[in-house]
């Protein structure tokens, strides 16, 4: 079998996600995250910066002592 005869010859949702991004990186190479229209991020290829965390990372406020926390105590008031 011929991988075109696969779903109809149509493009799976990963390679048209692929496609996506390549093709939005080489319009925009000095963003490293492309959003995609699928709601998701995907690295660009043609990116050539210094490495940034993920733009969904949840890192903003960690210190060295660990994730920052509103609360005193360990207990959580919920």
């Known amino acids: 079998?011929?991988?075109d005869d696969i779903?109809?010859?149509l493009a799976t949702d990963g390679a048209a996600h692929?496609?996506?991004i390549f093709n939005a990186g080489m319009d925009n190479p000095d963003q490293e995250w492309?959003?995609?229209p699928w709601d998701s991020w995907g690295r660009n290829p043609f990116y050539k910066g210094p490495a940034t965390p993920h733009p969904e990372e949840?890192?903003?406020g960690d210190t060295d002592e660990g994730p920052f926390s509103p609360y005193e105590s360990e207990?959580?008031?919920f």
Do not use: C, Q, T, V
């Open 1 to 3: 079998m011929h991988p």
């Open 7 to 9: 779903n109809g010859g």
């Open 18 to 20: 692929a496609e996506y």
């Open 34 to 36: 492309i959003l995609s």
């Open 58 to 60: 949840d890192n903003y």
């Open 75 to 77: 207990e959580i008031p």
